[in-house]
């Protein structure tokens, strides 16, 4: 079955150290893989993806995240976090089942909360 | 305006009331999503559609009735919920035939049944 698995529910770190949110996948073929983030009260923010191509992949406010197919990860980054990145993250894959629905399965989220 | 946008914002309705949901995409998208999200529970894919045509119920009770009268317009209408069905409702969208057709949010309906 496909999935996504965000191991930690809260990743704690301090103003201006590089900050990780982890995420793994299991889907047959090649995955199609997202992140989102969800600031309070808010819906999701589409942040960046990977289709193809180069595995680090460069996104919205100097987030990056790096594919990993034998490791069949696809990890957030950022070199530096500020404390406005303090929100929830999810990561997602395209289900290759979904045919053209574009449906995707998401993670169960990661609060990140960095702390001045 | 400009993206996704829902609304109401906020709803409280008690149990024998009929409300409905609105939902505008203005990314020129084809495809649009209803999902539920809960406290401490992953978000739920509720309804799926593909040029108005309905491509996926999610085994939704019958209480939550979508209706796509078009590809910007998304609603879902509501009638004798449950407390239980208090939740943050987030409509998406979406462009097909394209290979990543990443979903795009509204910033969500926050109901709450008494």
Known sequence: AQSVAQPEDQVNVAEGNPLTVKCTYSVSGNPYLFWYVQYPNRGLQFLLKYITGDNLVKGSYGFEAEFNKSQTSFHLKKPSALVSDSALYFCAVRDPGSGNTGKLIFGQGTTLQVKP | ETGVTQTPRHLVMGMTNKKSLKCEQHLGHNAMYWYKQSAKKPLELMFVYNFK????????????????????????????????DSALYLCASSQLWTRSREQYFGPGTRLTVT
């Open chain 2, 53 to 84: 045509e309905q491509t996926e119920n999610n085994s939704v009770p019958s209480r939550f009735s979508p209706e796509c009268p078009n590809s910007s317009h998304l609603f879902l209408h509501l009638h004798t919920l449950q407390p239980e």
